[in-house]
C-alpha cells in the first residue's frame, strides 16, 4: 500500500499543484483547505505524513500542529511563503519535522519527504507494534491481540483487520477490499469478503462489532 500524505493548503492552486507532484511519485493523497478541516478528517483516515501551509484562515498552521500532536504523532512538514527564522523555530518547537519556503522545486519537496519519512520509519522500528483501541498488530510476525489476548487469524483475515483498523471510520466497498487485500488479479466472487467479515466477527467475539456493515456501501472498523 501506498504512503498517504494529507495537503493542508487554503490556495486550492497551489494544492492541486502539489498533489499532482505526489501522485505522480506513486503517493496517495487526502486534502482540506484548513486546519479544522483536517482534523475533522484525520478522525477517520491518519495520514504518514502532514504538508501544512501556516498561513489559513479559521486555524492557522500552528495552532493545527499543536492540536494535532495532541492526539497523533504523525510527521509533519511546515509549508510557508515566510521565511523568517522566528518562525522556522516556532514551527518545529511546535513538532514540526521539516519547513520549507514558498516557491520550492518539486525536487526538494520530495527529497524533504522521503528524508521525514525514512527518520519517522528509523525512530518506530524498535517497535513494530500498532495499537488500535483494544487491538493490537504486530506488523513484523503478522499476528493481532485484543485486550492482550492472541486472536487466531489467517493471513488474509489479519491484512484485513489491519486494513479496516488503521483506517478507522473510513468505509471500504467489498471492491475497494478485494483489490487492497486480494489484488486485482483476484477472480473469485466479492463473497469472500463477506465470508472473512463474518469469520472476523465471531473470532473478536464481544468486539465483532467493532466491525460495522454500512448498507449498500461496505465495512468499517470504528473505535
Request: glycine letters at 8%; a neutral charge; aromatic letters at 8%.
Given at each position: 500500500?501506498?504512503?498517504?500524505?494529507?495537503?493542508?493548503?487554503?490556495?486550492?492552486?497551489?494544492?492541486?499543484?502539489?498533489?499532482?507532484?505526489?501522485?505522480?511519485?506513486?503517493?496517495?493523497?487526502?486534502?482540506?483547505?484548513?486546519?479544522?478541516?483536517?482534523?475533522?478528517?484525520?478522525?477517520?483516515?491518519?495520514?504518514?505524513?502532514?504538508?501544512?501551509?501556516?498561513?489559513?484562515?479559521?486555524?492557522?498552521?500552528?495552532?493545527?500542529?499543536?492540536?494535532?500532536?495532541?492526539?497523533?504523532?504523525?510527521?509533519?512538514?511546515?509549508?510557508?511563503?515566510?521565511?523568517?527564522?522566528?518562525?522556522?523555530?516556532?514551527?518545529?518547537?511546535?513538532?514540526?519535522?521539516?519547513?520549507?519556503?514558498?516557491?520550492?522545486?518539486?525536487?526538494?519537496?520530495?527529497?524533504?519527504?522521503?528524508?521525514?519519512?525514512?527518520?519517522?520509519?528509523?525512530?518506530?522500528?524498535?517497535?513494530?507494534?500498532?495499537?488500535?483501541?483494544?487491538?493490537?498488530?504486530?506488523?513484523?510476525?503478522?499476528?493481532?491481540?485484543?485486550?492482550?489476548?492472541?486472536?487466531?487469524?489467517?493471513?488474509?483475515?489479519?491484512?484485513?483487520?489491519?486494513?479496516?483498523?488503521?483506517?478507522?471510520?473510513?468505509?471500504f466497498s467489498r471492491e475497494q477490499l478485494l483489490q487492497s487485500i486480494w489484488g486485482y488479479s483476484y477472480t473469485g466472487s466479492e463473497r469472500?469478503?463477506?465470508?472473512?467479515?463474518?469469520?472476523?466477527?465471531?473470532?473478536?467475539?464481544?468486539?465483532g462489532t467493532l466491525i460495522q456493515t454500512v448498507w449498500g456501501k461496505g465495512y468499517k472498523l470504528e473505535v
Amino acid at each position: 500500500m501506498s504512503v498517504t500524505i494529507m495537503i493542508i493548503e487554503d490556495e486550492v492552486q497551489m494544492r492541486q499543484l502539489v498533489k499532482t507532484f505526489l501522485l505522480k511519485e506513486g503517493y496517495s493523497v487526502l486534502e482540506a483547505s484548513n486546519g479544522i478541516d483536517a482534523l475533522s478528517k484525520i478522525k477517520h483516515n491518519i495520514p504518514e505524513l502532514l504538508l501544512v501551509d501556516v498561513m489559513m484562515p479559521y486555524m492557522d498552521g500552528f495552532t493545527f500542529a499543536n492540536e494535532v500532536k495532541k492526539t497523533h504523532d504523525i510527521p509533519l512538514i511546515f509549508l510557508t511563503a515566510k521565511g523568517e527564522e522566528w518562525d522556522k523555530i516556532h514551527g518545529l518547537k511546535l513538532g514540526g519535522d521539516d519547513y520549507i519556503v514558498k516557491p520550492f522545486h518539486p525536487g526538494e519537496l520530495l527529497a524533504r519527504i522521503e528524508s521525514v519519512l525514512r527518520r519517522a520509519k528509523v525512530a518506530t522500528t524498535p517497535s513494530s507494534r500498532k495499537a488500535i483501541g483494544p487491538l493490537t498488530f504486530d506488523v513484523e510476525s503478522h499476528s493481532a491481540t485484543i485486550n492482550g489476548q492472541p486472536l487466531s487469524l489467517t493471513l488474509k483475515e489479519y491484512e484485513l483487520l489491519l486494513l479496516l483498523a488503521t483506517n478507522n471510520g473510513k468505509v471500504f466497498s467489498r471492491e475497494q477490499l478485494l483489490q487492497s487485500i486480494w489484488g486485482y488479479s483476484y477472480t473469485g466472487s466479492e463473497r469472500t469478503v463477506d465470508t472473512h467479515i463474518k469469520t472476523l466477527r465471531l473470532k473478536l467475539k464481544q468486539h465483532g462489532t467493532l466491525i460495522q456493515t454500512v448498507w449498500g456501501k461496505g465495512y468499517k472498523l470504528e473505535v
